[in-house]
């Protein structure tokens, strides 16, 4: 998990964007840091930088024979998301919780029910009763944390953010804790966990927090299926675990999936996804999409996760932009095919190529005005002007 600068902000698109009226910002709250959510005459809103200055923005809904060629494909993969998403309880997936007394109660009851919401899509995953464990803590935990056998292997990648938190800096993050399928006693078992600060609220908290719950999970399925190929380890280098599962399938499409699970309409699923595209759209290799040609390039650089310092991070928001077309135009059920096919143990393209039908260079010219999309939309803030709040 990267960490974010405090000084980032949170965008939302200008074709949706409404920018309150100076009569309605009077009784607003205070843009108190990037990515901040309200509800402002019952529409979800986020703080935001438009042309140099903060605004309380917020996503309309508009008919669908208005959306763009971009939209309709958002809109076409969220759809495909929701509608596997079971009616019934799961037949397979038991959640076990290890939740701190620390951890904030509000979150506590927020992030039971999207773990058993997202579990009612995950469920369809597994073909006999297994156990997943959700892990809930905060930095008061730390010692709890070293001294878990499965979080514990994992504790010193946290201290910079419980050093933070106890500074009080950064409190509008939550972190990734632990995703995993494997063994602690004897039987292999789901393992996902989020930790968060202990002061934290759902107001404290940014938008992007709301859909990690969802994402480290997702993560279980993904090790679901390459469970016994983790059993012989990984070489060093490009013919390594990024050969089989490159950052733009691992953390790409898990964002693609876990987004359409937490956002439940699709207004919020595009304040989320473009918010999210445009935190970025100033750092490098964001700020050189400007082509397909571009795109193409920067998905050839990322493959293997290794060929520049930001290679990791550009997979989050690019791959999740890659998998979402694949999943308009494919079904999500073909998706799953590539998840299924793990198990083979065969290098990502072969897998894809067996999935699909596509090589990796074909998916990336297919899903490259898609991507190229997303950052064309970020350009076009610059041309707002925000009325000031009183």
Partial sequence: MKKWQAGSFLLVPIMFLSILTSAAQASTPECRFAGQVVLISGKKSVCAPVSGNIAWINVSKKPTKNLSKYEKTKLKAYRAIQNAISKEAPKNIE????????????LKARYIEQSEYATRLYDQFFNQPTIVNVYLHTEKDEKYIRSHPLMGKDASDFDVWFADWRAGRLT???IGLIARFGEQT????????????????????????????????????????????????????????DLYYPPIFREGSANTVATAVSMRNFEDYLLFYRSFILQN????????????????????????????PEAHWTAYPVGSLVFEWLIAEYGFDTYKKIVYNQELNKPFEENLKLS???????????????????????????????????
């Fill in 95 to 106: 959640l076990k919780y290890d939740i701190s007394a620390n951890f904030p109660e509000e």
């Fill in 172 to 174: 509008q993050h939550n």
């Fill in 186 to 241: 004897g039987k292999a078992e789901g393992h996902t966990g989020v930790l968060v600060p202990s002061s934290s609220k759902i107001s404290t908290l940014q938008l992007y927090a709301d859909q990690v719950v969802a994402h480290e999970y997702f993560h279980v399925i993904q090790d679901l299926f390459k469970y016994k190929r983790d059993q012989q380890g990984y070489e060093l280098g490009p013919n390594g675990f």
């Fill in 281 to 308: 759209i100033s750092s490098k290799p964001f700020n050189t999409l400007t082509s397909t040609s571009a795109i193409i390039k920067v998905l050839n650089e990322i493959e293997y996760g290794k060929s520049f």
């Fill in 356 to 390: 699909t039908g596509l090589t990796m260079d074909q998916l990336y010219a297919k899903s490259a005005q898609h991507v190229l999309g997303g950052f064309q939309d970020a350009l076009k803030l610059n041309t707002l002007k925000p009325v000031q709040r009183r």
